[in-house]
């Protein structure tokens, strides 16, 4: 859970989210990088990635991860974790960001 930020406002919504990041962002820098999740089923986006294993993801209720809105927190910024997600739920999650890494 983490404080994450509008995009086109000036407000922060309490959510669960992804870290994307590597462990050297935090300790070269003391950053992480995090995916939103959310549980919306309006406005789905193209590019959402299916959480599937809910239980393992720590989520009550069917969510996806929002891989084209990241953010940067600070560690200390997160309230608790959640769970982690499955191998195959990482895999279709680095899959989805990829879409927007260019090579």
Aim: charged residues 25%; contains cysteine; hydrophobic residues 50%.
């Amino acid at each position: 859970m983490v404080p994450f930020p509008y995009a086109d406002r000036l407000a922060e919504k309490r959510r669960p989210a992804l870290v994307i990041s590597a462990d050297a962002l935090v300790r070269d820098h003391g950053l992480l990088w995090m995916a939103m999740i959310t549980s919306t089923c309006i406005n789905r986006w193209t590019s959402d990635v299916e959480i599937a294993d809910l239980t393992a993801a720590g989520l009550p209720i069917p969510s996806r991860i929002r891989v084209a809105k990241i953010t940067t927190v600070e560690p200390s910024r997160l309230s608790k974790r959640l769970g982690r997600l499955s191998i195959a739920d990482a895999q279709a999650a680095l899959l989805g960001l990829s879409r927007f890494i260019p090579r």
